[in-house]
């Protein structure tokens, strides 16, 4: 059998998920976790902080340093909840739309790139196995299996 950790060990360093810097735009240095914050903050209809943290895995205290540098940058807008006023609602700025906009273009690029290697099968194939890795590690209770998103 594979070494399957070998396998995933490759795709994580090919995928650049260990390098500090995920990417520049705008001239901004963002960082994974930040970007992840960006899209799923896109993603999400006005969502909660809370909400947020959630679906990326994250512990409330990390992801509240990680917002303040959103918003000191101007890419993140943290507004009181009109119903509760403890709660925060976070949304993009301008800037941070056309930053998340950009992420998504180069992601686009790069995964259109890696995709147009295969054939119409290979990529059916790797996306139906995406899938289905993806949900049998949501059902999982192994140390990622908390992740949502």
Same mark, same amino acid.
């Given at each position: 059998?594979?070494?399957?950790? $070998?396998?995933?060990?490759?795709?994580?360093?090919?995928?650049?998920? #260990?390098?500090?810097?995920?990417?520049?735009?705008?001239?901004?240095?963002?960082?994974?976790?930040? =970007?992840?914050?960006?899209?799923?903050?896109?993603?999400?209809?006005?969502? *909660?902080?809370?909400?947020?943290?959630?679906?990326?895995?994250?512990?409330?205290?990390?992801? =509240?340093?990680?917002?303040? *540098?959103?918003?000191?940058?101007? #890419?993140?807008?943290?507004?009181?909840?009109?119903?509760?006023?403890?709660?925060?609602?976070? *949304? #993009?700025?301008?800037?941070?739309?056309?930053?998340?906009? =950009?992420?998504?273009?180069?992601?686009?690029?790069?995964?259109?790139?890696?995709?147009?290697?295969?054939?119409?099968? $290979?990529?059916?194939?790797?996306?139906? *196995?995406?899938?289905?890795?993806?949900?049998?590690?949501?059902?999982? $209770?192994?140390?990622?299996?908390?992740?949502?998103?």
């Amino acid at each position: 059998m594979e070494d399957l950790r $070998e396998l995933f060990q490759v795709m994580t360093r090919r995928f650049g998920l #260990l390098n500090k810097d995920c990417c520049t735009a705008g001239g901004c240095e963002i960082s994974l976790i930040q =970007s992840h914050i960006l899209y799923e903050i896109d993603r999400q209809h006005e969502p *909660s902080m809370q909400q947020i943290a959630d679906t990326l895995g994250t512990d409330i205290t990390t992801f =509240s340093r990680q917002i303040q *540098s959103l918003v000191k940058m101007n #890419l993140v807008k943290k507004s009181p909840a009109p119903e509760d006023k403890r709660i925060s609602i976070l *949304s #993009l700025t301008p800037e941070g739309n056309n930053i998340a906009a =950009s992420i998504d273009k180069q992601m686009s690029t790069f995964l259109n790139d890696v995709f147009s290697k295969m054939n119409e099968f $290979e990529r059916e194939t790797v996306i139906r *196995s995406i899938k289905l890795l993806n949900d049998a590690m949501a059902k999982s $209770e192994g140390c990622c299996g908390r992740t949502m998103g």
